[in-house]
């Protein structure tokens, strides 16, 4: 089945304490995206991926990391999160940045 | 100026109702829309493409204005399982979401 699994799927956090958010497709997509929603605001795009070591900032990167070493794995970081990365986050793939995306089931982050 | 605007509505209707609303876009040269759909922040998912001429899926019918550069949806006989938030996704070098637009269908 064709998919974009994210993990986890829900996590509380303190002020500080590195974290990482794994997302893994199967489906040879060579461009991956991660955004956040918040209430009023919309998709917003963190970081994107046009292909294996090929990263750049999307429109709110700050606070932010991303690696891309294999195709299919596409991990966002946040070195010292704070409360304002409270939020849902999606991560994205598609065959190219113009097509539409399949998007992993979000994970909910709480910084506290 | 935001590149995509949505009416955030919320649109409550009848079932059976037809409702209608616009998505507006800034940059002339976008090339690709789409219109998604989202669940009580679930993932967005697909709902169709929005081609030049129009396109129809079932009860949905899209609409693409380039002079006025909006795009449209309109739901026809509106089925309690459309209520959902409704997201306009335009593309010039990457795909911009607008903030949705809330359709609550009451029976």
């Known amino acids: 089945e064709a998919q974009v699994t994210q993990n986890p799927r829900y996590l509380i956090t303190v002020t500080g304490k590195k974290l990482t958010v794994t997302c893994s497709q199967n489906?040879?997509?060579?461009?991956m995206s991660w955004y956040r929603q918040d209430p009023g605001l919309g998709l917003r795009q963190i970081y994107y991926?046009?292909?294996?070591?090929?990263?750049d900032k999307g429109d709110v990167p700050e606070g932010y990391k991303v690696s891309r070493k294999e195709k299919r794995n596409f991990p966002l970081i946040l070195e010292s999160p704070s409360p304002n990365q409270t939020s849902l986050y999606f991560c994205?793939?598609?065959?190219?940045?113009?097509?539409?995306?399949?998007f992993g089931d979000g994970t909910r982050l709480s910084i506290l | 100026r935001k590149e995509v605007e949505q009416d955030p509505g919320p649109f409550n209707v009848p079932e059976g109702a037809t409702v209608a609303f616009n998505c507006t876009y800034s940059?002339?040269?976008?090339?690709?829309f789409f219109w998604y759909r989202q669940d009580c922040r679930k993932e967005p998912k697909l709902l169709m493409s929005?081609?030049?001429s129009g396109n129809e899926d079932g009860r949905f019918t899209a609409q693409l204005n380039r002079a006025s550069q909006y795009i449209s949806l309109l739901i026809r006989d509106s089925k309690l399982s459309d209520s959902a938030t409704y997201l306009c996704?335009?593309?010039?070098?990457?795909?911009?979401f607008g903030a949705g637009t809330t359709v609550t269908v009451r029976a």
């Open positions: 991926s046009m292909n294996v070591e090929v990263t």
């Open positions: 994205a793939s598609s065959r190219t940045g113009q097509e539409p995306q399949h």
């Open positions: 929005v081609y030049s």
């Open positions: 996704v335009v593309d010039f070098y990457k795909l911009s």
């Open positions: 489906m040879n997509h060579e461009y």
């Open positions: 940059n002339s040269a976008s090339q690709s």
